[in-house]
C-alpha cells in the first residue's frame, strides 16, 4: 500500500526581477535547486523551469463555445510561475520542508506554492 502523496510545488516570482538578476544570485538560487534534489532524490517525479510568460498560451472559452487562443498568461500579474516539481512524499509537512530549501522561497519577489495532487486512484 502507497501512503506517498503526491505534490505539486510552484515556483512563481516577478519575471522583470529574475531577468535583472546578476550571475552570482543566479548561482545561488541554481544552488538551492541542486540542494532541494539532494535532499528530495527520487521522491522528484517531474521539474521544469518555464519560459517566461511572454512564451505562454492561454486557451478560454469564446462566445460560439469554442476555445480562443490569446497570447500570454491568463491573468495580468506582477508574479508569474517559473517553475515547478511534482513529487512524492508521506505528508504535506515533509513537502513544505523540502519545498522551504528553495532559495525563491526566502528572496523577497516570489513564492514557493505546495499543493497536493489529487488522488484519482
Do not use: C
Amino acid at each position: 500500500m502507497n501512503t506517498m502523496t503526491q505534490y505539486l510545488i510552484l515556483i512563481n516570482g516577478d519575471e522583470a526581477r529574475w531577468a535583472a538578476q546578476s550571475a552570482e544570485q543566479r548561482r545561488r538560487i541554481d544552488d538551492g535547486h541542486r540542494g532541494f534534489w539532494e535532499r528530495a532524490g527520487a521522491s522528484v517525479i517531474a521539474s521544469g523551469e518555464l519560459e517566461p510568460s511572454t512564451q505562454a498560451v492561454t486557451l478560454r472559452t469564446g462566445a460560439d463555445g469554442a476555445p480562443v487562443q490569446t497570447d500570454g498568461p491568463f491573468a495580468e500579474a506582477k508574479e508569474v510561475i517559473g517553475g515547478f516539481y511534482v513529487i512524492e512524499a508521506p505528508d504535506r509537512d515533509h513537502a513544505v520542508a523540502l519545498a522551504a530549501g528553495l532559495a525563491e522561497a526566502r528572496q523577497g519577489h516570489g513564492g514557493v506554492e505546495v499543493r497536493p495532487l489529487v488522488d484519482h486512484g
